[in-house]
């Protein structure tokens, strides 16, 4: 949990963040670190970080980061995400461990407290190893191992009695970083560490040079009185069947802390907290120099508002402020916990033999996406966090999966999918790659040896105690899970299962692998994942998978302006098929498109074919979606996409690029995932709907219709529809007239459904190949004079209206952009309503476009389309 400085108990409140937890005085150490490499450092850490000691020859650091990341701010070693880099960077492997060994110094002003109050040094991240001092004192007894596993030191006596102090701290990297032979992380001996297992190599990205080693994630002092009030829980009983709106019944809210007396005798005082204008408390004794949990008298919450998943109701969320006080009333410490009143449950459904989401007692259809990490390099910030989880609610996701390769995501990432309403299945730290699942000639180490991986176990448990504690708090976690696609060893998964999570967060359904039985029975064989790759659009919607697929997905190549910004211009060459790639393409895991892109007609160059995969992205996308939604609670109870965003420059399985630039990936899925949607069948024509709410639609108008290549439009049918709640239905047919109509040029195909106000609630629109599966009529369309204004609604804020004449053809598949007006570099993160739109002839499209301004650069916005020409548009 995270604490931050703040006045007073009002001023805590005013400045709460989304799953925070804050205390009355704490700063972080984020500013003015320098650092030097073991060889170039003679002295003991007692000399080093003795405030008078002379640092010669010591370069800025960046902290909290990586060796490697203070290495490229310091122009050191080349971008590893652009090109072919990364192979000029050194690999631990080949140079030693000693090369990526780094002191780390920081200078810092705190005084020496007096009067029993006390002062803590907080690390929430470092990997791996680590020996601390402080004003020329060893502040850690005993070398700090582990990546997962924060550590706490009361320095209150080790400060500086002039409150100048020095820090030090030696950074040590695993000691078994593993070769990068290209296997999946690289030759399994990452995983002895516990650590993540991606930096070794992947089929996603390249290795990182130092594994990662550094000071990863925050260092913060924090001021307290004699008692420390730390690692609150906060749980929530929501019994029944809830709806997001109308009278509630009330719900239980159970508090717990734990309680740090650091002084030599016992202090009687209050736990209390604070929650909606009701104040809960416990009288306590605490016993000197020990920790103590307290749990406090449960309270019934009236009339709560609860917190629901994304495109079912409100994400809301109360200030639980917690405190310590003493006997004489004095405040002693206290955190806020933002909290959201829900109850998720996983009950077996016999009918699919899945796994089933239930939050507040209603049945929520998955609708996931796979998440590696932010950044391949652990360069978090909130703001990054923000925009990627955002990116997942506007593709109309409601739940991320946390990959086991990787780690436990920072309380920032939490933060954001509470405010944004996605669900978190978490991993721990294992992978079938590296543990062991598999026989694999690349790996150093055999099945039986790799299965007990990490080397130490107790480690390992004591990393799961803590991560547990650092994030329980969050509404949006829902599952624990063991592991990506293996179980731990069993003297890990039994602790974790009988003791560990019962103990710490008895709330949350574990699974014990990814793939397991028990989120998804496995009938059809095989190990229970994807497929992957482009599909047949029609495989989503006949050919049965998994239950609860948790990974299944497609291709993902940015367009041009992506390519652009980590491929050299000599390399970006078109992929051929069949034929070569471009070298640069396969360093960052480019997977072929195979035939896909040759029915919109040969790629011409780079920025031709970066354009047509946009359609192929989107298709796709949609496409699975929509199969699985068609099938909900008969087929499936969810599905989770393999993947939604890179955290590297690679070229598969993503949204958004690393760069935080959305391609049509995300509009597909945010297309086929609307919470209310009207689709297609492509295999037997059927047009469908499916309502992922809680309200059932009544009355509506099914309108059907296609547009030919000129533009003129034919209606099919226009029936009243209606459809209950969180169902899929079928309507009727529309297969031979749409065959008949695409047979020669191809077809465009509309849906909408419009409410008794004849106003749109939702409308969607296919482009269908000709009989012989190629765009042959795209390929001959005549350019359409599309009329595009911008207009500002606010500083941050644009919409962008596209009008199309009548009496000519479809304005197909336009990108929007918001660019700088001097550079015409896009503004990057935007976040657009929709994108990758068609016009129809004689009407218009609004597109709102919200990004953070720079400066005072002002911004235009960038139009381009299948026969609509690029141009610039000056905002008005």
Known sequence: MKKNRGQSGIICLLLLLCGTVQARDQYELNTGWQCANIAAVKDKGETISNPAHTLTGWQPATVPGTVLTTLLNNKQV?????GMNNEKIPDIYHTGNDHYTYWFVKDFTEQRPQNGRQVWLHFRGVNYGCDIYLNGQRVNKATHYGMFLRQTYNISNLLAKDGRNRLAVIIYPAATPGNPNGGQGGDGTIAKSVAHQYTAGWDWIQPIRDRNTGIWDKVTIERTGAVNLKNPHIITRVPGVRLPEGPQAPATVQVSAELENASGKSITGTLKYLLDGHTVSKKVTLPPHAVTEVQLPDYRLQQPRLWWPAGYGPQNLYPLQLQFTDAANALSDQETVQVGVREVQTPWNEFTRSRQVLVNGQKIFIKGGNWIISDAMLRFSKERYDAEVRFHRDMNLNLIRIWGGALTERPE???????????????????????????????????WTRRQYPDDHGLVLRSIRDQVKMIRNYPSLA?????????????????????????????????????SDSMSYNFLGGNGDGPYGIQ????????????????????????????????PKENRIAPQYPGEVDSVWKYHKYIGYDGHIAP?????????????AQLVNYDQYRGLMEGFSAHMWEWYTGVIIWKTQNPWTAMRGQMYDYYLDPNACLYGLHNGSEPLHIMYNPVDGMVMAVNNTFTARRSMMMEVGLYDMEGRYKQLTQVFADIGPTTAKKYLSVKKAVDEARKEQGVFLRLRLLNTDKQVITENFYWLPDASGNYSGLQQMAPAKVQATAKRITKDSITVTLRNPANGPVAFFNRVAVVDAQTKQRVLPAFYSDNYISVMPGEERTVTV??????????????????????YITVQ
């Open 600 to 612: 919109y007609g040969k790629a011409k160059d780079a920025k031709d074919f970066a354009n047509k």
């Open 78 to 82: 080349p971008d590893p995400f652009y």
């Open 413 to 447: 990432f939490y933060e954001a999918c509470d405010k944004y309403g996605l669900l978190v299945f978490q991993d721990f730290w294992f992978s079938g790659d590296c543990n062991g699942r598999w026989v694999d000639p690349m790996k150093k180490e055999d099945q």
């Open 850 to 871: 919200s990004y953070t301004p720079a400066g005072n650069n002002s911004t235009a916005i960038e139009l381009y389309g299948w026969n609509v020409k690029e141009e």
């Open 536 to 567: 047949d659009l029609e495989t989503f919607w006949a050919h049965r998978t998994f239950p609860f697929n948790s990974e299944i997905g497609s291709v993902g190549v940015g367009d041009y302006a992506s390519l652009e910004r980590f491929i």
């Open 479 to 515: 599952f624990w899970c063991g592991g990506n696609e293996i179980t731990p060893p069993e003297d890990i998964i039994i602790p974790i299962k009988d003791s560990i999570l019962p103990a710490l967060d008895g709330t949350r359904y574990f699974f014990d692998y990814s793939n």
